[in-house]
DNA sequence: AAGGTAACCTGACTGC
DNA sequence: TGCAGTCAGGTTACCT
């Protein structure tokens, strides 16, 4: 269930516990997912030692003496440390067998996820250039920054808020979630055509858009502790949304029913009285 | 050039 | 109990 925060929370709990192990085997059970695993992936994996884990927008970077792994987690891809004994689930599709019976396992029932080679520094995979500027824990981009980039990249551009937010050229990371969520919070209604949105308006969404972004990052760190744990629930987020999901319900602003729309086929949900 | 749409998959849920 | 239909946290190739 992977937004930016949990794939930041996904990194924050492997990395620790990978780092500087060597990878004794690597078995793919199902090389067909969004990408196939490369034909060479576990060969050239044997032996070498894992480095630090590292995330650019929802994807996650390992580094290792053999070459820097590219791992995406699609739409229902998970990462977990387990035991060996531990039976494998149907759709544990990748199994990182370490020093220290210490296992890494890749799960996707969907297959819209990613396992292979990230590239050199110098020359990175395609699916990690050209993206744009991190939202979160970017010491060069304060909200204000963000804004101002944003509502620069946005002139004379017709698309929606909500799928402008969603170009990962355009801010790196940010789902559909968040999207709507940011949207709320700034007072913006989401399909609002993105270049005719003020500067001033950009920079509070850009502020709103980084503190729902690291608040779930903080609380995924506590309610998804468990996310890879050996004896691991995989825990699902458990936040307060305040327009994601709440249909009908009360705006917790105004008491106006939140409504969901349609756009680009995916589920827009605001509040009629609240964004505009 | 920019923007909309279909496509890649499985599983959970709803309603008949 | 079953079956059909709908929906889902992502991304990109391909049209217009």
Request: charged fraction near 30%; include cysteine; hydrophobic fraction near 35%.
């Amino acid at each position: 269930m992977p937004e930016l925060p949990e794939v930041e929370t996904t990194r924050r709990g492997i990395a620790d516990r990978i780092r500087g192990l060597m990878v004794e085997s690597v078995e793919v059970r199902q090389f067909r997912l969004r990408l196939p695993v490369p034909e060479d992936f576990s060969a050239r994996l044997e032996g070498a030692i894992l480095g630090d884990t590292l995330r650019r927008a929802k994807y996650l970077i390992v580094e290792s003496s053999s070459g820097r792994l590219l791992i995406h987690l699609g739409m229902s891809g998970s990462l977990r440390i387990a035991d060996p004994t531990q039976e494998l689930r149907k759709h544990d599709h990748v199994i990182w067998n370490l020093e220290g019976d210490r296992q890494l396992r890749y799960h996707d029932p969907r297959r819209f996820g990613i396992v292979t080679w990230a590239g050199t520094e110098a020359e990175p995979h395609s699916l990690i250039q050209g993206l744009g500027p991190e939202p979160i824990g970017n010491e060069d981009l304060d909200g204000d920054a963000l804004g101002d980039h944003l509502y620069a990249y946005s002139r004379k551009k017709t698309r929606r808020l909500r799928d402008f937010l969603l170009d990962g050229r355009v801010v790196a990371g940010v789902g559909n979630i968040y999207a709507n969520e940011a949207a709320w919070r700034a007072g913006i209604r989401p399909d609002r055509s993105c270049g005719r949105i003020a500067r001033q308006r950009y920079r509070k969404l850009a502020h709103d858009l980084q503190d729902v972004l690291q608040s779930a990052v903080d609380k995924g760190g506590s309610t998804l502790r468990d996310f890879v744990d050996p004896e691991g629930q995989t825990g699902y987020f458990q936040h307060v949304f305040n327009v994601y999901g709440r249909e009908g319900e009360p705006c917790h602003h105004c008491e106006s029913e939140i409504v969901r729309e349609v756009l680009s086929n995916r589920s827009l949900f605001y509040c009629r009285q609240c964004q505009r």
